[in-house]
C-alpha cells in the first residue's frame, strides 16, 4: 500500500507537470478554434518546466499584449521615478509687464498632460498663467507657439487600420499631447468639449437613420453619413492635439488678465522660464497604461526608449535590449508600442522569455505587479472571479477582430509568481466569451488543487497495474 501511495503521488506529480494525459488533444475545447493559429505556454518557473506548450513558435499577432513587451523594455533602461519634461519658456525681453516675444512650449511626446486618468498630470494651462505672473507680465506682444521639433516622426504607425483612426483607441501619439486626444462631440450643434479649433464637417447620405462618423488619418474633417438632426454624442479622437492645447492656454490666459497680441515673432537669445511641467512618473503611467490598455500613452512609453529620435530608433532598441538579455527575436515584428498594429508579430516563446527575465533581480515585483489581477483589476476583473484562482492570476489582455490573447503569471499564496502563462489565439470562429470560458476551465484543471484531488480515483486506477508504463 505504502508503494501505491508513492506511485499515486508520482504519477499526479507528472500530470500535473506534463499538463495533459493525452499528447494529441489540443488543450483548448472551444469549437471554433484555430489550432495551428493558437499558441499556449504555461511554464513552471520553479522547476523550468513547461506544463503545456503548443506551437510557442508560431508568429501571432499579439493585440495589446504588446503593452507588456514596451514596459518590460523602458524598465530595463530607465528608472521607475523618471518622467516626461515640457518646459515652457517666455521667449523675448520683458518690460513694464510687456513680454515682446512669445511663449513656447516645448512639447516633448508626453502622452499624459491634462490625462483625465492621471490627475497630477491636470492644470498645465493655469500653471503658465501663474509662471507668467511671477514674471509680472501682463501681455505678450507674440504669440503661444507650440513647438513640435524635438520629436520627429509623429506618423501613425503601420498596421494601424482607417476604421480606427476616428476612435479615442486610435488616438495618434504626436510632440503635443492634449486631454488624451479626444474630444466629445456633440452634433447637429458642432460644440466640442473641451474646444478644438479647425474642425470641418462634410455631410452624406443624410436619408440614412443611424449617424456614423469617419475621418482620414492626417484630415481635421469629419465625414457624417446619416441624418444629424437625430442627433450624436460620442468622444473620438483630435486631429491635431496642439490646437486644442494652444486655445486652452490662450483662453486661461485672457481669464487671468494677460492679453496675447497673436503676431509671431522671431525668437529671440533672451528666454525666461515660465514653467517646466513634470508628467507623472513613468512608474505610474505604465501602471496606468497596462491596467486601462492605453494605446497613446503605450505609444508614449515606446518613444521615451529613444527621447529625440523616431518609431523605428525606439523599436531596435527595443529588440537590442532583448537580445542582450539573451532573448532570441525569432518570429518577432514590432511595429508599435500598443498593439494595435495588425503587423505585430511575437511568439509565445519570446514573451515567456521575457516574463522570466523580468521576475529577477533588480526588477523584483516592479514588472509582474503592472499586470492586472484576475477578478480585481482593469481588463481582468471579470476574469476567473469568484473562483480558486481570483487574485492569484495577473494578465494583460488583448483583444481585436480575431485576435484574443492573455499573457501573464500565476502566483503563490505569498504573491511570488510561480508560472508564466501565454495565450495568443488568432483566426477564431467562437465567440469571445466561449473562448474566454474555456481559457478559465483549462487554467482552473491545471491548477486549482481541489480539483486535482476529484481526479485521484482516476490516477488511482492508472497506478494500480504495476506492469503498465507511464
Same mark, same amino acid.
Given at each position: 500500500?505504502?508503494?501505491?501511495?508513492?506511485?499515486?503521488?508520482?504519477?499526479?506529480?507528472?500530470?500535473?507537470?506534463?499538463?495533459?494525459?493525452?499528447?494529441?488533444?489540443?488543450? /483548448?475545447?472551444?469549437?471554433?478554434?484555430?489550432?495551428?493559429?493558437?499558441?499556449?505556454?504555461?511554464?513552471?518557473?520553479?522547476?523550468?518546466?513547461?506544463?503545456?506548450?503548443?506551437?510557442? !513558435?508560431?508568429? /501571432?499577432?499579439? $493585440?495589446?499584449?504588446?503593452?507588456?513587451?514596451?514596459?518590460?523594455?523602458?524598465?530595463?533602461? $530607465?528608472?521607475?521615478?523618471?518622467?516626461?519634461?515640457?518646459?515652457?519658456?517666455?521667449?523675448?525681453?520683458?518690460?513694464?509687464?510687456?513680454?515682446? #516675444?512669445?511663449?513656447?512650449?516645448?512639447?516633448?511626446?508626453?502622452?499624459?498632460?491634462?490625462?483625465?486618468?492621471?490627475?497630477?498630470?491636470?492644470?498645465? $494651462?493655469?500653471?503658465?498663467?501663474?509662471?507668467?505672473?511671477?514674471?509680472?507680465?501682463?501681455?505678450?506682444?507674440?504669440?503661444?507657439?507650440?513647438?513640435?521639433?524635438?520629436?520627429?516622426?509623429?506618423?501613425?504607425?503601420?498596421? @494601424?487600420?482607417?476604421?480606427?483612426?476616428?476612435?479615442? %483607441?486610435?488616438?495618434?501619439?504626436?510632440?503635443?499631447?492634449?486631454?488624451?486626444?479626444?474630444?466629445?462631440?456633440?452634433?447637429?450643434?458642432?460644440?466640442?468639449?473641451?474646444?478644438?479649433?479647425?474642425?470641418?464637417?462634410? %455631410?452624406?447620405?443624410?436619408?440614412?437613420?443611424?449617424?456614423?462618423?469617419?475621418?482620414?488619418?492626417?484630415?481635421?474633417?469629419?465625414?457624417? +453619413?446619416?441624418?444629424?438632426?437625430?442627433?450624436?454624442?460620442?468622444?473620438?479622437?483630435?486631429?491635431?492635439?496642439?490646437?486644442?492645447?494652444?486655445?486652452?492656454?490662450?483662453?486661461?490666459?485672457?481669464?487671468?488678465?494677460?492679453?496675447?497680441?497673436?503676431?509671431?515673432?522671431?525668437?529671440?537669445?533672451?528666454? @525666461?522660464?515660465?514653467?517646466?511641467?513634470?508628467?507623472?512618473?513613468?512608474?505610474?503611467?505604465?501602471?496606468?497604461?497596462?491596467?486601462?490598455?492605453?494605446?497613446?500613452?503605450?505609444?508614449?512609453?515606446?518613444?521615451?526608449?529613444?527621447?529625440?529620435?523616431?518609431?523605428?530608433?525606439?523599436?531596435?532598441?527595443?529588440?537590442?535590449?532583448?537580445?542582450?538579455?539573451?532573448?532570441?527575436?525569432? #518570429?518577432?515584428?514590432?511595429?508599435?508600442?500598443?498593439?494595435?498594429?495588425?503587423?505585430?508579430?511575437?511568439?509565445?516563446?519570446?514573451?515567456?522569455?521575457?516574463?522570466?527575465?523580468?521576475?529577477? !533581480?533588480?526588477?523584483?515585483?516592479?514588472? +509582474?505587479?503592472?499586470?492586472?489581477?484576475?477578478?480585481?483589476?482593469?481588463?481582468?476583473?471579470?476574469?476567473?472571479? #469568484?473562483?480558486?484562482?481570483?487574485?492569484?492570476?495577473?494578465?494583460?489582455?488583448?483583444?481585436?477582430?480575431?485576435?484574443?490573447?492573455?499573457?501573464?503569471?500565476?502566483?503563490?499564496?505569498?504573491?511570488?509568481?510561480?508560472?508564466?502563462?501565454?495565450?495568443?489565439?488568432?483566426?477564431?470562429?467562437?465567440?469571445?466569451?466561449? /473562448?474566454?470560458? !474555456?481559457?478559465?476551465?483549462?487554467?482552473?484543471?491545471?491548477?486549482?488543487?481541489?480539483?486535482?484531488?476529484?481526479?485521484?480515483?482516476?490516477?488511482?486506477?492508472?497506478?494500480?497495474?504495476?506492469?503498465?508504463?507511464?
Amino acid at each position: 500500500m505504502v508503494i501505491k501511495k508513492i506511485c499515486r503521488i508520482a504519477v499526479t506529480a507528472v500530470i500535473f507537470l506534463s499538463g495533459a494525459v493525452s499528447a494529441s488533444a489540443f488543450p /483548448l475545447r472551444v469549437s471554433g478554434i484555430d489550432s495551428v493559429n493558437t499558441a499556449i505556454l504555461i511554464r513552471d518557473l520553479r522547476f523550468g518546466a513547461d506544463i503545456v506548450s503548443e506551437n510557442v !513558435d508560431r508568429s /501571432l499577432i499579439p $493585440a495589446s499584449v504588446m503593452k507588456s513587451v514596451t514596459v518590460g523594455s523602458m524598465l530595463n533602461l $530607465a528608472d521607475t521615478s523618471e518622467c516626461f519634461i515640457t518646459p515652457v519658456v517666455a521667449d523675448g525681453s520683458i518690460s513694464d509687464g510687456v513680454l515682446s #516675444g512669445n511663449i513656447v512650449v516645448r512639447v516633448c511626446g508626453d502622452p499624459t498632460i491634462e490625462s483625465q486618468f492621471l490627475p497630477s498630470s491636470q492644470g498645465f $494651462a493655469d500653471s503658465i498663467a501663474a509662471g507668467l505672473r511671477r514674471l509680472g507680465v501682463t501681455s505678450v506682444t507674440g504669440d503661444v507657439i507650440i513647438d513640435s521639433s524635438d520629436f520627429p516622426d509623429a506618423t501613425t504607425p503601420p498596421g @494601424w487600420m482607417d476604421e480606427d483612426i476616428p476612435w479615442p %483607441y486610435g488616438a495618434r501619439l504626436q510632440g503635443a499631447n492634449f486631454r488624451d486626444n479626444r474630444f466629445r462631440l456633440r452634433l447637429p450643434s458642432k460644440e466640442t468639449e473641451p474646444f478644438v479649433p479647425d474642425l470641418k464637417f462634410s %455631410y452624406t447620405n443624410p436619408k440614412r437613420r443611424r449617424v456614423k462618423i469617419d475621418r482620414k488619418d492626417g484630415s481635421e474633417t469629419f465625414i457624417v +453619413s446619416g441624418n444629424q438632426r437625430r442627433g450624436l454624442n460620442d468622444v473620438f479622437s483630435m486631429p491635431n492635439p496642439w490646437k486644442a492645447m494652444r486655445h486652452e492656454i490662450v483662453t486661461v490666459l485672457h481669464d487671468s488678465g494677460i492679453e496675447i497680441g497673436g503676431n509671431k515673432t522671431a525668437y529671440s537669445q533672451d528666454s @525666461w522660464t515660465v514653467y517646466e511641467h513634470h508628467s507623472p512618473s513613468l512608474g505610474e503611467i505604465m501602471r496606468s497604461l497596462m491596467f486601462r490598455s492605453d494605446n497613446l500613452m503605450a505609444e508614449g512609453i515606446l518613444r521615451a526608449i529613444t527621447p529625440g529620435g523616431t518609431r523605428e530608433d525606439a523599436i531596435k532598441e527595443e529588440m537590442a535590449v532583448w537580445s542582450l538579455s539573451g532573448i532570441s527575436p525569432h #518570429g518577432v515584428v514590432i511595429k508599435d508600442g500598443s498593439g494595435l498594429s495588425r503587423d505585430n508579430r511575437l511568439t509565445a516563446r519570446f514573451l515567456a522569455g521575457i516574463y522570466q527575465y523580468m521576475i529577477t !533581480d533588480p526588477f523584483g515585483g516592479d514588472y +509582474s505587479s503592472l499586470f492586472p489581477r484576475a477578478g480585481y483589476d482593469g481588463t481582468m476583473r471579470n476574469f476567473l472571479l #469568484g473562483t480558486s484562482l481570483e487574485g492569484r492570476v495577473a494578465m494583460k489582455t488583448g483583444s481585436m477582430r480575431g485576435v484574443q490573447s492573455y499573457a501573464g503569471y500565476l502566483f503563490d499564496e505569498n504573491g511570488h509568481p510561480t508560472h508564466v502563462i501565454i495565450f495568443m489565439v488568432n483566426n477564431f470562429r467562437c465567440s469571445r466569451a466561449a /473562448l474566454k470560458n !474555456d481559457i478559465e476551465r483549462l487554467l482552473l484543471e491545471k491548477f486549482d488543487v481541489s480539483l486535482q484531488s476529484e481526479n485521484l480515483s482516476e490516477e488511482e486506477t492508472i497506478t494500480e497495474n504495476p506492469n503498465d508504463e507511464q
